[in-house]
């Protein structure tokens, strides 16, 4: 069974920091390019980070760049999102998916609730 959990989440102020982790299992993790996206109320789910399969590339979304750091173990099977310098328009559910470069298989997580506020 294929699952995707995330955890991490929660309420931080502004300022400060998160780490956010996916805990991938059923299905070979180190063939999967990983991402993280995130979902406001009212919005559509963007895209925050990704990282190829070997975890030698990475990218980022405009918004969260020299704050966030996405990484992977792929002896633990885990996805991370490091999480710096929140702003309240961080604020958002936060999403992993695991994609397959070839046969474009799509697993996504539960998601997990990331507040920034005072």
């Known amino acids: 069974q294929v699952q995707l959990v995330e955890s991490g989440g929660g309420l931080v102020q502004p300022g400060g920091s998160l780490r956010l982790s996916c805990a991938a299992s059923?299905?070979?993790?180190?063939?999967?390019?990983m991402s993280w996206y995130r979902q406001a109320p009212g919005k559509e789910r963007d895209l925050v980070a990704d990282?190829?399969?070997?975890?030698?590339?990475?990218n980022y979304a405009d918004s969260v760049k020299g704050r966030f750091t996405i990484s992977r173990d792929n002896a633990k099977n885990t996805v991370y999102l490091q999480m710096n310098s929140l702003k309240p328009e961080d604020t958002a559910v936060y999403y992993c998916?695991?994609?397959?470069?070839?046969?474009?298989?799509?697993?996504w997580g539960q998601g997990t609730q990331v507040t920034v506020s005072s």
């Open positions: 998916k695991a994609l397959h470069g070839i046969w474009r298989t799509v697993y």
């Open positions: 059923g299905f070979t993790f180190s063939w999967y390019s």
């Open positions: 990282i190829t399969s070997a975890g030698d590339n990475t």
